[in-house]
């Protein structure tokens, strides 16, 4: 199982594995008691692969914090439970990530992260998957800078002389509103 296969629904405890696509939305199974089920158009979903924190000066994806806490879990660290009190899992956030935004990323945040990670680590979450991912990501994202610098380095275009648009003396501009019908 890889990070690209697991949900967050809006207001539903927990994640989600999917199973399947449908025309409506995906065939899901709960990692807490298994149960399947069909997500419905408005429910909001979040795929794990796409989230990251905020930290003072970019964003960190979700794998790479998944990563660190999965390094202090095996250094004996104890991961804060969803009852633990706000000083202790603030504590254990910045050593998981220590230059993450104090003003954008909430307690309750924290305690969602920590708990998706027990959760994840129950359902057998492939972490030598998000190693590979995080090791070709550094090095596509060192890549795409060098392409970057590259095109920088070009001599800007100049850009080439547009006519400007003649219209009629009292032409009426065009709306876009709905005409009035009946009364």
């Known amino acids: 199982m890889e ?5 967050s629904v809006t207001g539903m ?22 149960k399947r089920f069909g997500s ?4 909001r979903v979040s795929n794990l692969s796409e989230i990251a924190m905020f930290a003072d000066d970019e964003e ?3 794998g790479k914090i998944l990563l660190s806490i999965k390094a202090l879990d095996e250094g004996n660290k104890v991961i804060p439970t969803s009852k633990s009190n706000d000083l202790e899992v603030k504590a254990f956030m910045a050593l998981v990530l220590p230059k993450y935004d104090r003003e ?22 492939d972490f030598s998957t998000l190693e590979k991912a995080d ?7 060192a890549e795409s800078v060098k392409s ?4 920088i380095k070009k001599p800007l275009s100049t850009p080439k002389n547009t006519a400007v648009r003649k219209t009629s003396v009292g032409a009426k501009i065009k709306t876009t509103t709905p005409r009035k019908m009946g009364s």
């Open 13 to 34: 405890p927990g994640l989600h594995k999917i199973l399947a696509n449908n025309k409506n939305g995906f065939v899901l199974e709960s990692l807490i008691d298994g």
């Open 148 to 151: 970057v610098d590259a095109k």
């Open 60 to 62: 960190v994806k979700l």
């Open 3 to 7: 990070l690209k296969d697991i949900i």
């Open 40 to 43: 419905n158009p408005r429910q």
């Open 104 to 125: 954008r990323v909430y307690t309750s945040d924290m305690r969602k992260l920590f708990g998706w990670y027990t959760l994840l680590k129950a359902s057998d979450l």
């Open 135 to 141: 090791s070709e990501t550094n090095t596509t994202e």
